[in-house]
């Protein structure tokens, strides 16, 4: 069939008309060896299952989308781009943990400090610490302490988040730059502004204690005792925590759809009832977030203990970063303060890992209802 084509082909008349036209034949159309006859050869040929002309060179067939197969550079990009932030965190963080955790394992005081000696104890320090009776009594006191402040955060807090979520635009403008202002004192200033309204001769607190009516209270020393010692910085810590609880909360209700409160109120339900059954359900995962970052915020206060007294009066209101301060650089048992500092970075951990524990059980209920 291919050579009757081509000689199909050969046969037609070689010269053609004006303007390129092949010449007419003897009907007035077109010889079969024109254009037009190849066009005619071409659908009167049979055709292979195919579908081409038998002779004719094949098609390609249409190339289907290559798929996309990332390079290596764009698979490790991820990975490039957090390195930066690794490294810091391995040198900042990682290394100082691994410079202290050798030094727990050290008896390194100023003798051995001056000479550059290397006293190897084990775990000497972490068996005199573990079997001290003042260690357990710090850590339980630290423990009260955190809980006592964190429960008068998360509920003031929330409260005022409310009133914020209340309040019309002026007046919420200026509560939220005021609780912006206390947020934004540094730690110390706010200590020392504390040390003075609470002072003992020239202090403003007893002052008006003193104008309401209790005279006894005109000269009272609060760093004193270890309840009224541990009342002005609970007073302290709570002032600077209050503004993160409260914004972040007013900004969480924020989102909350506003039909939800039409429908509880349309069922007659009272504040109480709207809070507990649209608010606290929809911002559970707030209320756990904020109050495990309060735990270890809490936890681990320094500047504000150690500036009001100094875990004064008789260290009795040392908690686990004051003990470990005073035992490794108070007292010049370096390698005893390394190992208390480890003791209280195991309690945040194992406190993570009950945060984590919850979270993980709440993602698995909310999966269950869906």
């Given at each position: ?76 990009t991820p990975y490039l781009l957090l ?55 710090v850590t339980l006191r630290t423990l ?144 756990l977030a904020t109050t495990f970052l ?77």
């Amino acid at each position: 069939m291919a050579a009757q084509l081509d000689d199909a082909v050969g046969k037609a008349a070689p010269g053609t008309g004006k303007g390129d036209a092949p010449p007419a034949g003897r009907d007035g159309g077109r010889r079969p060896g024109g254009r037009g006859g190849l066009r005619a050869l071409s659908r009167r040929a049979p055709r292979s299952p195919a579908g081409r002309i038998p002779g004719a060179p094949a098609r390609r067939a249409p190339r289907s989308p290559a798929r996309h197969t990332p390079r290596s550079p764009a698979r490790h990009t991820p990975y490039l781009l957090l390195l930066p932030a690794l490294l810091a965190t391995a040198v900042l963080l990682g290394w100082p943990m691994v410079r202290n955790l050798l030094l727990s394992f050290q008896n390194l005081n100023m003798k051995e400090l001056i000479q550059h000696l290397t006293d190897w104890r084990g775990v000497g320090n972490y068996q005199e610490i573990l079997g001290s009776e003042q260690f357990w009594r710090v850590t339980l006191r630290t423990l009260v302490f955190t809980a006592v402040n964190v429960v008068l955060i998360m509920v003031l807090g929330v409260l005022i988040g409310l009133l914020l979520a209340r309040l019309g635009k002026k007046m919420r403008l200026t509560l939220s730059l005021a609780l912006v202002l206390a947020w934004a004192m540094p730690v110390i200033a706010a200590t020392t502004v504390f040390q003075w309204l609470f002072d003992s001769r020239y202090g403003v607190v007893n002052w008006l204690l003193d104008t309401a009516g209790w005279h006894a209270m005109a000269h009272y020393d609060w760093v004193g005792t270890q309840l009224s010692a541990f009342s002005v910085i609970t007073v302290l810590i709570v002032w600077q925590s209050l503004p993160f609880v409260a914004l972040n909360l007013y900004a969480a209700t924020t989102t909350i759809p506003r039909e939800l409160y039409e429908a509880a109120r349309m069922d007659g339900a009272g504040t109480w009832k709207v809070f507990t059954s649209v608010t606290f359900p929809f911002l559970k995962p707030f209320f756990l977030a904020t109050t495990f970052l309060e735990i270890i915020w809490v936890f681990k206060a320094f500047p504000q203990i150690f500036a009001v007294n100094q875990g004064g009066p008789d260290r009795l209101t040392e908690t686990l970063p004051i003990y470990a301060f005073t035992e490794g650089v108070g007292n010049l048992h370096f390698g005893m303060g390394a190992a208390i500092s480890l003791l209280t970075i195991v309690v945040l951990l194992a406190m993570t890992a009950y945060y984590l524990r919850l979270t993980l059980r709440q993602e698995r209920q909310e999966e269950n209802e869906l």
